[in-house]
Antibody, heavy 116, light 107 residues
Framework: EVQLVESGGGLVQPGGSLRLSCAAS????????MSWVRQAPGKGLEWVAN????????YYVGSVRGRFTISRDNAKNSLFLQLDSLRGEDTAVYYC?????????WGQGALVTVSS | EIVLTQSPDFQSVTPKEKVTITCRAS??????LHWYQQKPDQSPKLLIK???QSISGVPSRFSGSGSGTDFTLTINGLEAEDVAAYYCHQSSSLPVTFGGGTKVEIK
């Protein structure tokens, strides 16, 4: 059974940093693109970042480029998102998702709240 | 960036009624269009891939159609468990984008 479990969410002040993790199991992690997708409270879905199978190619939505960094550790079946220079508009539930053009499996999400 | 416009934003439907949700892309995307269901307080779930391809485990009352710029998600006979938000998503080009969502409730 495919499982994606996020951790690392919490309350952080504007300008602060946070690191999200996603533990993957039930599939060959190193064979898949992985993504982060976020959802602000009461709002729709927004793709944040992609990373290819070996971590050599990374893509970001414009609003986070230069502030967020996606990475992965295939030996530990883990995906990460480093969030720096956080702003109020980054407040959202962040989902880890397996990607094959479409997002076929999603984690339960990690809530990041940016507030003073 | 490809913009996906969903309509309607909200739909109140009686049980067993047919539901139709549309998604229009700002430029042609072939069939690189996928649909998701998000029930209250849950993660999204893949419903339809590549505009019309079914997903194992998804009830057959859900179907998709379209290509190019105009797409449709149809629920043939709404059931109470289908109360959710529905989103379209394009993977034709980066950044991948989602439609704004359609909330479906039982009347």
């Amino acid at each position: 059974e495919v499982q994606l479990v996020e951790s690392g969410g919490g309350l952080v002040q504007p300008g602060g940093s946070l690191r999200l993790s996603c533990a993957a199991s039930g599939f060959k992690f190193s064979s898949y693109y992985m993504s982060w997708v976020r959802q602000a409270p009461g709002k729709g879905l927004e793709w944040v970042a992609n990373i290819d199978q070996d971590g050599s190619e990374k893509y970001y939505v414009g609003s986070v480029r230069g502030r967020f960094t996606i990475s992965r550790d295939n030996a530990k079946n883990s995906l990460f998102l480093q969030l720096d220079s956080l702003r109020g508009e980054d407040t959202a539930v962040y989902y880890c998702a397996r990607m094959f053009y479409f997002f076929d499996y999603w984690g339960q999400g990690a809530l990041v709240t940016v507030s003073s | 960036e490809i913009v996906l416009t969903q309509s309607p934003d909200f739909q109140s439907v009686t049980p067993k009624e047919k539901v139709t949700i549309t998604c229009r892309a700002s430029q042609s995307i072939g069939t690189s269009l996928h649909w998701y269901q998000q029930k209250p307080d849950q993660s999204p779930k893949l419903l339809i891939k590549y505009a019309s391809q079914s997903i194992s485990g998804v009830p057959s009352r859900f179907s998709g159609s379209g290509s190019g710029t105009d797409f449709t998600l149809t629920i043939n006979g709404l059931e109470a468990e289908d109360v959710a938000a529905y989103y379209c998503h394009q993977s034709s080009s980066l950044p991948v984008t989602f439609g704004g969502g359609t909330k479906v409730e039982i009347k």
